[in-house]
């Protein structure tokens, strides 16, 4: 199968990460089909679809008209062999759940042709444990999106033990090709790449507060107003050859000693979700007071943070 010849994806999840995709794939001009057992959960994707491109196509130029056409490539669909019927790759964002994941492979295998890509949506589980029932693992692998999946770039794509070369070699062109920024994960690792860079710095940000060192505010306020700013345009890795790889081995030597090295979650973080202290699911985490209102801020300044990130990133490319 040669990319160019990909027109149609098939979505099977429409929750949070399913319908997202439906609208990226849709925006870049695919045709999209959108599953999900339940009336309820296409009707809420499509709602939600429909309500963020205004905001994604505002100011632009015939925004009417291109919401129309967008909305036009989706179908939505509770049958999934109607869902699976003309798609080459098919993405799935189901339940985070091993076996539903693995008996959905396994049929998925068994109804498609051999040729068609198979890809899961999942950001711990195992691509090679999600792909062991099936007969043709070949053509199994993983696309890990972030949320939301319209806005950020990154998808990983990841090599189960049986993936073959070309199945990665196929999804990250096409992922390349429908406007995401693809990167290939070699290992099928615990966190692949992106997730293991994240929770490390969570790790000792939350080890800092447990141990007094500084409160949560200070910690977010730590990373946000030094690394956090040039992070997004220089890498630690291009920052470690920056600095000069003899300066980073003497800083190493001192303070790798005293970062946090527990493999097990932070006793703090474990009485907070045992005394339901959730975050914004509660009103209180780390922080004393989300209220709906502050709740509602930190999203809309997170949306258009996204939304002004995306944009300079189209303009930079015409």
Not at 3 to 20: K, Q
Not at 290 to 313: C, M
Request: aromatic fraction near 6%; proline fraction near 4%; glycine fraction near 6%.
């Amino acid at each position: 199968m040669k990319v160019e010849e990909i027109n149609h994806v098939a979505l099977l999840g429409a929750g949070m990460i399913g319908h997202g995709l439906a609208l990226h794939f849709a925006k870049a001009g695919y045709q999209v089909s959108l599953y999900s057992r339940t009336q309820q959960t296409l009707d809420k994707a499509v709602e939600s679809i429909k309500s963020n491109l205004p905001t994604l196509l505002q100011g632009q130029a015939g925004a009417e008209d291109e919401i129309q056409r967008i909305i036009s490539r989706i179908k939505i669909t509770r049958n999934l062999d109607e869902a699976i019927a003309k798609a080459p790759i098919i993405i799935e964002s189901v339940a985070e759940n091993l076996k539903v994941k693995q008996d959905l492979f396994k049929e998925l295998d068994q109804m498609c042709p051999k040729d068609v890509i198979l890809a899961t949506n999942t950001s711990v589980i195992s691509i090679t444990a999600i792909a062991s029932k099936a007969k043709n693992r070949d053509r199994i692998l993983g696309t890990h999106f972030w949320f939301p999946p319209y806005l950020i770039p990154l998808v990983e794509v990841v090599k189960g033990k049986d993936t073959s070369n070309e199945t990665m070699e196929i999804t990250y062109q096409f992922m390349k090709k429908a406007g995401k920024y693809p990167i290939r994960c070699l290992k099928d690792v615990p966190g692949f790449v992106a997730n293991r860079l994240q929770h490390a710095l969570w790790r000792e940000a939350i080890s800092i507060v447990e141990k007094g060192i500084a409160d949560a505010a200070t910690v977010d306020d730590a990373v946000k107003q030094s690394f956090g700013i040039r992070i997004a345009v220089l890498g630690p890795i291009e920052n470690a050859d920056m600095a000069g790889l003899d300066l980073v081995l003497a800083i190493h030597n001192t303070v790798l000693k005293d970062l946090e090295t527990s493999p097990n979650p932070s006793p703090l973080l474990k009485d907070k979700v045992k005394k339901g202290e959730l975050g914004f699911k509660s009103g209180k985490g780390f922080y004393d007071n989300w209220t709906p209102e502050s709740i509602k801020r930190t999203r809309e300044r997170l949306t258009k943070y996204l939304i002004d990130y995306s944009q300079r990133q189209q303009s930079q490319q015409i």
